[in-house]
């Protein structure tokens, strides 16, 4: 990089970058709010702590909770799991990494109860997702809430009405828009750098296992199954569901497209600056393995935005080959291509010259903080929840396009299916008795 170039990198990073985070949130100010004091410390919950490895390691619920705990200004003071050997191991990590033991609890109410907890970091299944958010803005508490942020387009809509009535900071789980690096090279593309965006495609490549045929039996003694349903209308257990495969089972999950899918359509609606599509169509089906799941595990989903396209490439048992390409992200202009890879960007013009390049950090702990200030006041979400019910609702309707085995035509200012009252059966769900989520 020469002397030139360098110079224009930092002036970008200064003033370029403190754009990007006056316009990446829409509606920001409406949704972060600051803490009754704004200075104090914040008390924080945790819900949901997989653990992988035999449950050695922390997994996504148990790493935000040992995060969070790290964080100046934060304590973890509950820990909430139906799992209770998932739940041990977490306790231990956070009492680690605060030096002060939070309490572990099995139903997450018991943290809403407690009024001096500010906030609640959501990281149970999908189908808890909104419910457990609903809840806590409900009881005055601020929510991190993983992806994807709803299990059906209703529930998002009704999260959303839920951050704004209770006037709650909700940040999305979508962690790519706090690293520095890709605001950088969404920056760039929304500055015209490339020219307009007239295609987006991501793919998602993967080497998964099946789950084989699973049959009832009895509830694990380390288990607490009913809590677990929660939301969920009540099945008998079975036993290739727990821990992570619920995902492939629509009761629960959102499929591969829910699972994975979201961080990178989030990162696609972003760069072209686009809300809903108006027409979504899938293709795809459950090539690779005569199992019980019921999401496809070989997907393409494409979304018509009306003067510009993104396609996502779902391939759950087909890894990355010699002949993919190297990115996470590709968005391409009428004056160049900008691929999104890992924590960085790089960028060429339509010769294949490279004109821009990008790195920086990832991970968790960016994504933590600017919630802990958003909730303080002091800063803009970066994933505000407008703007993750948004990305969450793409993924929806390509699963929905997919079970009804058709297109869908869409209302573009709403996202709405248009005319098709057999795919608009799976715009919300059934909920087990008293559990359904109520704005309040």
């Known amino acids: 990089m020469t002397d030139r170039q360098q110079a224009n990198r930092r002036t970008f990073l200064k003033h370029g970058l403190a754009t990007t985070a006056g316009m990446a949130v829409l509606g920001a100010a409406a949704s972060s709010r600051a803490a009754d004091k704004a200075n104090e410390k914040i008390v924080v919950g945790v819900m949901g702590t997989s653990r992988s490895n035999n449950r050695r390691s922390p997994g996504r619920g ?4 040992i ?27 956070v009492q680690r990494a605060q030096s002060k033991a ?43 809430v993983e992806k994807p942020c709803s299990h059906n387009p209703h529930e998002g809509q009704r999260l959303l009405a839920a951050a704004r009535k209770h006037k709650r900071t909700v940040q999305h789980g ?10 950088e090279g969404i920056t760039r593309i929304r500055q015209g750098l490339i020219g307009r965006v007239r295609y987006a495609k991501t793919p998602y490549l993967n080497a998964r296992a099946g789950i084989g045929k699973g049959k009832r039996a009895a509830v694990p003694d380390w ?14 257990f079975q036993d290739n569901v727990v821990h992570y495969t619920w995902h492939w089972f629509w009761h629960w999950g959102t499929g591969e497209l829910g699972n994975n899918g979201v961080h990178m359509l989030d990162l696609i609606r972003w760069g072209m600056g686009v809300d809903y599509p108006r027409h979504v169509s899938s293709a795809g089906g459950r090539y690779c393995h005569d199992d019980d799941q019921e999401s496809p595990d070989t997907n393409a989903v494409a979304f018509d935005f009306g003067g510009g396209l993104a396609f996502w490439e779902g391939r759950s048992c087909l ?17 160049g291509v900008l691929a999104i890879r890992g924590s960085g960007y790089v960028a060429h013009d339509r010769r294949g010259k490279e004109i821009a390049k990008g790195t920086g950090t990832g991970g968790n702990t960016g994504h933590l903080q600017n919630f802990l200030d958003g909730i303080r006041g002091k800063a803009a979400l970066n994933a505000d929840i407008a703007e993750g019910v948004k990305s969450a609702h793409l993924c929806h309707l390509g699963n929905i396009a997919w079970r009804v085995g058709r297109s869908l035509r869409c209302e573009p200012k709403t996202g709405r299916i248009i005319d098709d009252a057999e795919a ?13 989520p109520k704005v309040g």
């Open 424 to 436: 608009m059966k799976l715009w919300t769900r059934q909920y087990e008795k008293s559990w359904e």
């Open 67 to 93: 995060e969070t705990a790290r964080l100046a200004g934060a304590e973890v003071a509950y820990v909430c799991d139906v799992d209770r050997l998932n739940m041990a191991g977490t306790l231990k990590d």
């Open 319 to 335: 890894p990355r080959s010699p002949v993919d390409g190297q990115y996470d992200v590709a968005f391409f202009g009428d004056k």
């Open 174 to 183: 979508t962690q790519r828009r706090s690293w520095p690096g890709v605001i």
């Open 102 to 144: 939070p309490k572990g609890v099995t139903d997450v109410r018991r943290i809403l109860d407690d009024k001096d907890v500010d906030a609640l970091i959501i990281a149970a299944p999908d189908h808890w997702h909104s419910p457990a958010a609903i809840l806590a803005c409900t009881a005055g508490k601020h929510v991190y």
């Open 223 to 236: 288990l607490n199954w009913d809590l677990w349903q929660g939301p969920a209308p009540r099945r008998a």
């Open 62 to 65: 148990a790493l935000l909770a």
